[in-house]
């Protein structure tokens, strides 16, 4: 089984949706991608796209979308399965041209890393866009987990609670540390304001544990 752990916390390790992410057949989908829902059309660009099941939903759906993944193993399988991405850093990719909807779903708000960094963050997705183009992020909130279990004993002092690290277990192998950002929904929209963006919607699942926003240029109201 697939798993995610957080550096300095004694919350259980947290399943991941491999078999969902590998195609198994009869597997549910994760319940944030009803986020796909506020994508109308247009060319969409997913980051973090994983094995490209979200593009794949949206072309079901009529929408064009491309894919930009770190993992090389995801990405192989993606254009095995006929998904349009590439293997690149959000970070650093720039793509060729102005896309109406960038997504980062399955809680991939946190690839922003440090509250810190959401800023620069969203900003860099949002010159992806087009002028009346729109963001949809998923994300964890830190503020629905047990704050006792979330900062361990051991834990250091961080100045957002949100900023941790995580890693993938699968069995006995762990993978490295890497940093995570678990942003409650009013920082989020704070983050936002300050940066000429706001929430046009939001969603909720797992009594609000897992949040989503529509994000949309304040200018654009």
């Given at each position: 089984m697939l798993s995610v752990e957080i550096e300095h916390s004694t919350?259980?390790?947290?399943?991941?949706?491999?078999?969902?992410?590998?195609?198994?057949?009869?597997?549910?989908?994760?319940?944030?991608?009803?986020?796909?829902?506020?994508?109308?059309?247009?060319?969409?660009?997913?980051?973090?796209?994983?094995?490209?099941?979200?593009?794949?939903?949206?072309?079901?759906?009529?929408?064009?979308?491309?894919?930009?993944?770190?993992?090389?193993?995801?990405?192989?399988?993606?254009?095995?399965?006929g998904v349009s991405c590439v293997e690149a850093d959000a970070l650093s990719y720039q793509p060729s041209h102005p896309v109406d909807t960038v997504i980062a779903?399955?809680?991939?708000?946190?690839?922003?890393?440090?509250?810190e960094?959401?800023?620069?963050?969203?900003?860099?997705?949002?010159?992806?866009?087009?002028?009346?183009?729109?963001?949809?992020?998923?994300?964890?909130?830190?503020?629905?987990?047990?704050?006792?279990?979330?900062?361990?004993?051991?834990?250091?002092?961080?100045?957002?609670p949100g900023d941790v690290r995580m890693r993938f277990r699968l069995g006995d192998e762990a993978g490295p540390w890497f940093p995570w950002l678990l942003v409650d929904a009013d920082t989020l929209e704070r983050v936002c304001s300050s940066v000429g963006l706001r929430i046009a919607e939001r969603k909720q699942w797992l009594g609000g544990a897992v949040h989503g926003a529509l994000i949309e240029r304040a200018s654009a109201t």
């Open positions: 919350l259980p390790a947290m399943p991941q949706p491999l078999e969902w992410w590998r195609r198994t057949p009869g597997v549910s989908a994760p319940v944030d991608t009803e986020a796909l829902d506020w994508v109308h059309g247009g060319d969409v660009i997913d980051v973090g796209c994983g094995t490209g099941r979200h593009l794949e939903m949206l072309a079901r759906r009529g929408v064009r979308g491309h894919g930009v993944e770190v993992s090389p193993a995801a990405v192989a399988l993606a254009k095995a399965a779903i399955g809680g991939n708000g946190g690839l922003a890393g440090t509250l960094a959401l800023p620069g963050f969203l900003l860099r997705l949002s010159s992806w866009l087009t002028e009346t183009g729109r963001l949809v992020l998923t994300c964890s909130d830190w503020t629905k987990l047990p704050p006792e279990r979330l900062n361990g004993d051991d834990s250091p002092s961080r100045a957002y």
